[in-house]
């Protein structure tokens, strides 16, 4: 009845651990892998998954590319990702309702935890993350963007979950601030496409139907965080969620990551635009401002 899509580079940490939860609910798993250069592929088709390889270009197009290619053939697709664990109460929840849902529920919202440093963080804001994960095959896809990309639905709506399903990954620090970096390049693009009108904006889940949180989420974020000074923004964001979402209460781990993620990510997303856009305003046309965007990032944006 439901397919899981799992999108993997280099996860041989954790891709046994995701699938051997994931067997217990899923008729097939597919594995998407970006070329990786350690035992991924091996230990996924060990533990049951059918595995396809295609090139990176980033997580939305990624997983767009599983949709139309993975030969899906059950009623249902979840998106998972390898770090990812789904818990006992979720996979008994998916197994009694899921038959159950009439054709007038397109999506199926999960509730999200965060692990972090060995520690469930349950303050913050990051408890619960209601993101749509699960949904009718040819009714959902993911938006177009860089990043924070959701997936949105049509005809149907949504239902949520109870159960949930946790991002335990289990690499260092060292890991977490590189991977950051990255995503913080992938943010400022977005951004600046859109300030400059460098290509067609996807407005996905401002106009389908998704998560209530993530279009929430989203407005704030376009609407009232980027239009904050640069020193502004991450100073406010961080003591919004350390201080009135109590994330204190998260001990020194929740210091950590909202130091981490909510303050230290949040101003490398705003240097790296200020960065960017320097070098932008200075191009005489949009087609130079992509191609000078194209040059500092190291994405090829064009289609």
């Known amino acids: 009845m439901l397919t899981i899509i799992i999108l993997t580079f280099n996860e041989e940490r954790h891709i046994a651990r995701c699938l051997k939860a994931a067997r217990e609910i899923a008729a097939d798993i597919v594995v998407v892998d970006s070329l990786s250069t350690d035992a991924t592929v091996a230990l996924a088709e060990q533990n049951g ?49 899921l038959p159950t849902l009439g054709p007038e529920v397109a999506g199926v919202n999960l509730k999200r935890k965060h692990i972090f440093m060995g520690r469930w963080l349950r303050h913050g804001g990051r408890y619960p993350l209601v993101l749509l994960r699960l949904w009718r095959h040819g009714q959902g ?15 149907g709506g949504l239902v949520t979950f109870q159960g949930g399903f946790a991002d335990c990954n289990l690499n260092d620090l060292t890991f ?25 904006v996807d407005a996905g889940v401002a106009t389908q139907t998704s998560s209530g949180q993530a279009r929430f989420r989203r407005w704030m974020k376009e609407k009232v965080y980027y239009r904050l000074p640069l020193w502004c ?34 101003f490398l997303v705003g240097a790296k635009i200020e960065e960017f856009d320097r070098v932008l305003r200075a191009c005489p046309d949009a087609a130079s401002r992509l191609a000078a965007l194209e040059r500092l990032t190291g994405h090829r944006l064009r289609p």
Request: hydrophobic share 50%.
């Open 49 to 97: 998954a059918r595995v396809l390889a295609h090139a990176f270009v980033n997580y939305a197009d990624q997983f767009q590319w599983a949709l139309d290619h993975a030969d899906i053939r059950t009623p249902w697709v979840m998106r998972l990702d390898a770090d990812e664990i789904i818990a006992p109460d979720l996979a008994a929840e998916i197994r009694a309702r």
């Open 141 to 155: 896809r993911l938006e177009n963007r860089w990043m924070d990309e959701h997936v949105v639905v049509r005809g």
């Open 176 to 200: 977490f601030t590189a991977k950051h970096n990255h995503y913080a390049t992938r943010e400022a693009i977005d951004v600046l496409v859109r300030r400059h009108a460098l290509l067609p």
């Open 233 to 266: 923004g991450p100073s406010a964001y961080f003591l919004f969620r350390y201080v009135l979402q109590l994330g204190f209460l998260d001990g020194r781990e929740g210091l950590i990551y909202h130091l981490l993620q909510g303050f230290w990510y949040r």
